[in-house]
């Protein structure tokens, strides 16, 4: 979806929203915003999420109201956070942080307009029909970032030739998890490159990971998509430096802090 279709959407929502009787001020549009990330760390995403809604003539507060739900990494919370958001309701709910929250979305309602950014194909997850026409009431953004991860692990190899095998960073909580390491174990055959798969989605199994991957002394680490990482970004990289392990990771806020 692009950003002009958004907009569109959002202010048929506004313009749809019932006339208030005589003496009554009338009901803003809320907008859900579900991410199964941290507020802190993706701050800035949702600063600038409410800027391009301002931009649009929607402001926070002003004529539209901004409902946040966070997870904070525990995904197993997502379910419950959009059922919250559709009880109250909401008029169009929002998912950020990757397939967990656009799935827990899907789950909770088929009538309220679903807007994503996803960087797992929705075709493939079985959530829309198409990218062109995506049926339903889910439609967005297909940022690829799934997609290129075996690109990413191409680049690591170039970098690092000295490499006996690349360690990959998953999270066994999100859902997409199995289908990067297919990706992955594909692109890694097709250069004869050795893949170890280490598991964290917690701080502390963060920390056993990396221990792991000194004791094997892992030559590279690719970390894999996932919103939980993301939220703990400053502290994986801390980790891969105390380790002395180089890393490649999804954004590049990982390595400018």
């Known amino acids: 979806m692009t950003r002009r279709e958004f907009i569109t959407l959002l202010g048929g929502v506004a313009a749809a929203w019932p006339v208030a009787t005589q003496g009554q001020q009338p009901a803003m549009p ?31 507060g002003r004529n539209a109201a901004i409902e946040y739900r966070w997870a904070d990494g525990d995904y197993e919370r997502l379910p419950a956070l959009a059922a919250e958001l559709v009880r109250q309701p909401v008029d169009v709910l929002v998912t950020s942080g990757g397939t967990p929250s656009l799935r827990a979305a899907s789950a909770a309602t088929k009538t309220i307009p679903v807007v994503f950014v996803a960087g797992n194909d929705p075709v493939k997850l079985g959530l829309v029909a198409s990218l062109s026409r995506p049926g339903g009431n889910l439609t967005g953004v297909y940022l690829l970032t799934t997609a290129l991860v075996p690109k990413r692990l191409g680049l690591l190899r170039e970098i690092v030739t000295t490499a006996p095998f690349v360690a990959l960073l ?12 297919d990706n992955i174990q594909q692109a890694a055959r097709s250069i004869n490159l050795p893949i170890h798969i280490v598991r964290a989605r917690t701080g502390q199994e963060l920390d056993a990971a990396f221990a792991e991957l000194t004791e094997r002394r892992a030559g590279a680490l690719l970390v894999a998509t996932d919103p939980f990482f993301n939220s703990r970004r400053e502290y994986i990289v801390a980790l891969a430096a105390r380790h002395a392990i180089p890393a490649m990771y999804e954004w590049r806020e990982f390595p400018v802090g």
Do not use: C, I, K
């Open 30 to 60: 809320v907008v859900g915003f579900l991410s199964g990330a941290s507020p802190n760390e993706f701050a800035h995403l949702a600063a600038a999420f409410r800027q391009g809604l301002n931009d649009a003539g929607f402001g926070d």
């Open 170 to 181: 998953v999270n066994p909580a999100n859902p997409s998890t199995q289908a990067q390491v």
